[in-house]
Structure formats: structure tokens, C-alpha cells
């Protein structure tokens, strides 16, 4: 009998008795391999959640981020209220109920890191343009009304239109950003 036991244990067949706190080695190795089962699909399921949420995070941020930053360009006239590419603290174009053409002057003559800063935009990219209600680009001085990186790459992009009162004409804000 001993050697039987010696046997089983050896080879890892472990049918003991019926004793309290015995375990039965075949129960132990289904249950170990139903665990190992469940871990193989949960953790790739967890991992997708995971990147769902992460994306969806960003996209939101995005959708703050560009909102805030063209609510500073067109319902604020930024700080101080006659602010140049030098001495500005915050960036607004509004002066009274227009976009005022030398805050747009300045802001195109900007530093494009300092503005994305300014901005609260330092962690994308952006491209902005102020064009008519056809969407027609609008120029000053024979300069296109547009400011920051126009190569749109980015995996993920949020753009706002923003209706403005330009040069006594209804036009619009186009903003564009990305990672």
C-alpha cells in the first residue's frame, strides 16, 4: 500500500484519502487551469477597456481645450487690452463686439510655442484661420488671416468653427487640434 501511495505521489497523481483538508489533485489542476482560462481573456479585455477609456479622455480633453481656447480668441480682448507679440499675458482678439485687425496682426506675428502656451493648447498641435461665411480666406496687408501649424497629421483631431464679426462682415474662426 505504501508503495502504491509513493507511486501516485511520485507521478503526481495525488488521490489521497478521504481526510479533512485533502485535496484531490485533479479538482487542483482543473480549478488551476478554469484560472488560468479566465486570466487569458480578462486581462486583453481590461486592456482594451483601459484604452478605451484613454482615448475617450483625450477626446475630451481635446473637445475643452479647443473650445477654451477659442472662447479666449473671440469673447476676450486679452491682457493687456492692447496687447502686442512682446508684452501679452493672455491672447484675445475681441475689441468691443468685433475681432480687432491689429490683435489678429500680432497674434500671426507671434512665437507659435508661445501662443500654444498662451493658448492652454501646449500639449497639441493647432492651425487657426479666419475666413468668410463662404469660406473664403480673408487677408490683411495681402496676409492670409491664419496662424499656426497647417500640416494636420495627428491620430486624433478636434476643430471648432466659431462665428465673428471681422472688417463689419459675419466670418468665422476655423481652430483645429491634434496629437
Known amino acids: 500500500m505504501q508503495a502504491k501511495i509513493r507511486y501516485l505521489i511520485l507521478t503526481?497523481?495525488?488521490i489521497l484519502s478521504d481526510k479533512k483538508g485533502q485535496a484531490i489533485s485533479t479538482d487542483f489542476i482543473f480549478?488551476?487551469?478554469v484560472f488560468i482560462l479566465f486570466l487569458l481573456i480578462l486581462v486583453p479585455l481590461l486592456s482594451r477597456i483601459e484604452g478605451d477609456v484613454r482615448?475617450?479622455?483625450l477626446q475630451e480633453l481635446m473637445e475643452r481645450s479647443i473650445i477654451s481656447a477659442s472662447d479666449m480668441l473671440v469673447k476676450t480682448p486679452g491682457?493687456?487690452?492692447n496687447w502686442d507679440k512682446n508684452n501679452v499675458s493672455s491672447i484675445g482678439l475681441k475689441t468691443g463686439d468685433h475681432l480687432?485687425?491689429?490683435?489678429?496682426?500680432n497674434l500671426m506675428e507671434m512665437d507659435y510655442k508661445k501662443a500654444k502656451d498662451n493658448l492652454g493648447l501646449s500639449g497639441f498641435e493647432f492651425y487657426m484661420n479666419i475666413t468668410d461665411y463662404k469660406n473664403q480666406a480673408i487677408s490683411i496687408d495681402s496676409n492670409t488671416l491664419q496662424f499656426g501649424n497647417n500640416i494636420i497629421n495627428g491620430n486624433r483631431?478636434?476643430?471648432?468653427?466659431?462665428?465673428v464679426v471681422?472688417?463689419?462682415t459675419i466670418s468665422v474662426l476655423n481652430m483645429v487640434i491634434w496629437v
Open 166 to 168: 471681422f472688417n463689419n
Open 100 to 105: 480687432d485687425k491689429n490683435k489678429i496682426k
Open 12 to 14: 503526481g497523481l495525488f
Open 79 to 81: 491682457y493687456p487690452d
Open 31 to 33: 480549478s488551476f487551469a
Open 55 to 57: 482615448e475617450q479622455r
Open 157 to 163: 483631431v478636434s476643430n471648432i468653427k466659431r462665428p
